[in-house]
C-alpha cells in the first residue's frame, strides 16, 4: 500500500473515561493514501489515541507522543496494543481458518484497551467473538465452561485462542429489555420465579473464583464519577455515597453464594412470550458475591430505563414495583434498596455523551432515582 498519508478529515468518535486509569479518545479519520505511482487512495480509517499504562509499548504500530511532561499513546484499529487478538477477530480471512468455514465478521462494540465484541456469521449460523487481555479471556472461558458443566442456559465455546479470543454460541431467546419494552403484565411475577431458578443454578464452585466488589461496596468511586459528570451535583452526588456506607453497615446482605455479577435485562435471555429464562450471556463477573446485589443490578438497571428512552420502555412503572415487592420479601429490603442505589449512582456517568445529543436530562433522572433507593432503603431501616 502507499508510502505517505495525509489525513483530509477527522472527528471524535468516542470517548472512553476511567477515572484514575486514563482516557481513552478514538477518532474516525478520512485519509489519502499516495501510492508509489502518486495515485491518491481515500479511505476511513480508525485510530485511538490514550493516556492509559500500556503494557506492551512494543506493539507494532503504536507511537508515543510526548508533551510538557504529559504521555499518549496512538495506534490504528485494529492494532490495540493490549488486545493482540483484536486483528485476527477482525479478519474474515483470520476467523475462517480459525472455525474452519467460511465467516463474516461485523464489530459490535470496542473498548479500546479493555475488550471488543464480533458477530461471526457462516453457514452454522450466528456466534460471537468476544476479545480482551489474554488472561481475562483465559478466565471467561473457565466461567462459561463451569457453567455449561452445570446445566446452567449459556452459550457454550466453541473457540479458544490463548492470544485472547473467545468464541461462544448465540444465546437462545430475546433480550430481556425487548419483553420489558413491550411490558411484562401478568407474567411479572412468574419471570421472576424464573430467575430465581436460574440464580438457583449457578454451580457452587463459582464460589471460589475472584471476589469482585459490588456497586455499593465501590459507592465513593462512582459518586466521584457522577460528580465528575454532574460538577454542579457534587453534594448529591457525595450526599448518596455517604448514605450508602451508612445503610451497608446496618442492613443484612445475607450469605456469600454464586452470583452472576451483571445481571440486568442486556444479559438475560428469555422466550418471546417472556414467560421463562432461556438463558444468560457476559458472564464475566460469575463468582462469590451477595444474591441482593444480582437483583440490585435487576432493579437499578431497569429503573433508569425511562429516563434512558422513556418512548422505548412506557412500562416500567408498572412492572418494576412488582419486582421490587417480591425481591424485598426474598432478601433484606433495606440492603436491597440501598444496594440498588448504589448500582444507579454507577450508573449516572455513563448517561453522558460525546455525539452531541442531549443527555442532562437523563443524568438527572438516574440521580434522582438514586435518590428514591436511597430514601427507600431508610425507610426499611
Not at 492470544?163 to 401478568?186: F, M, Y
Not at 418471546?272 to 440490585?296: K, N
Not at 425481591?327 to 455523551?353: F, N, Q
Request: glycine fraction near 8%.
Amino acid at each position: 500500500m502507499g508510502q505517505l498519508a495525509v489525513i483530509r478529515g477527522w472527528k471524535v468518535h468516542s470517548i472512553h473515561h476511567r477515572p484514575g486509569a486514563g482516557v481513552t479518545v478514538g477518532y474516525a479519520l478520512t485519509v489519502d493514501r499516495i501510492l508509489d505511482d502518486g495515485e491518491h487512495v481515500r479511505g476511513e480509517e480508525y485510530m485511538c489515541a490514550s493516556t492509559a499504562h500500556i503494557s506492551h509499548p512494543n506493539t507494532p504500530g503504536l507511537v508515543r507522543l510526548t508533551s510538557r511532561g504529559a504521555t499518549a499513546w496512538v495506534w490504528r484499529y485494529p492494532g490495540d496494543p493490549e488486545l493482540p487478538a483484536l486483528h485476527i477477530a477482525c479478519s474474515p480471512r483470520e476467523m475462517s481458518a480459525l472455525l474452519g468455514t467460511p465467516v463474516s465478521v461485523e464489530l459490535m462494540s470496542y473498548r479500546p484497551t479493555r475488550r471488543a465484541v464480533v458477530r461471526v456469521r457462516g453457514a452454522n449460523g450466528v456466534s460471537y467473538g468476544k476479545v480482551a487481555r489474554p488472561p481475562q479471556v483465559d478466565s471467561l472461558a473457565k466461567r462459561h465452561t463451569m457453567l455449561t458443566r452445570a446445566g446452567v442456559s449459556s452459550p457454550g465455546v466453541l473457540l479458544h485462542d490463548s492470544r485472547g479470543l473467545l468464541v461462544i454460541e448465540s444465546a437462545v431467546g430475546i433480550p430481556l429489555s425487548n419483553a420489558i419494552s413491550h411490558g411484562l403484565k401478568n407474567r411479572a411475577s412468574a419471570l421472576l420465579f424464573s430467575l430465581t431458578e436460574l440464580l438457583d443454578s449457578l454451580p457452587m464452585e463459582a464460589v471460589g473464583l475472584t471476589h469482585r466488589p459490588a456497586w455499593a461496596d465501590r459507592c465513593e468511586h462512582y459518586a466521584h464519577a457522577a460528580a465528575t459528570a454532574l460538577p454542579d451535583e457534587r453534594p448529591r452526588c457525595e450526599t448518596i455515597s455517604r448514605g450508602i456506607r451508612d445503610i451497608l453497615a446496618r442492613s443484612d446482605s445475607g450469605p456469600i453464594q454464586p452470583v452472576h455479577g451483571d445481571f440486568y435485562e442486556a444479559n438475560i435471555f428469555v422466550s418471546p412470550d417472556a414467560s421463562h429464562v432461556t438463558g444468560v450471556i457476559d458472564v464475566d463477573s460469575l463468582g462469590p458475591g451477595h444474591r441482593v446485589d444480582d437483583w440490585a443490578c435487576l432493579l437499578g438497571h431497569m429503573s433508569v430505563l425511562p429516563h434512558l428512552a422513556p418512548q422505548s420502555y412506557p412500562h416500567v412503572e408498572a412492572d418494576l414495583p412488582v419486582w421490587r415487592d417480591m425481591c424485598e420479601r426474598m432478601v433484606d429490603p433495606a440492603a436491597l434498596c440501598v444496594r440498588t442505589a448504589g448500582v444507579v449512582l454507577s450508573l449516572i456517568a455513563g448517561a453522558k455523551r460525546v455525539d452531541g445529543r442531549e443527555w442532562h436530562h437523563d443524568a438527572l433522572g438516574r440521580l434522582a432515582t438514586a435518590e428514591s433507593w436511597l430514601e427507600r432503603a431508610y425507610g426499611h431501616l
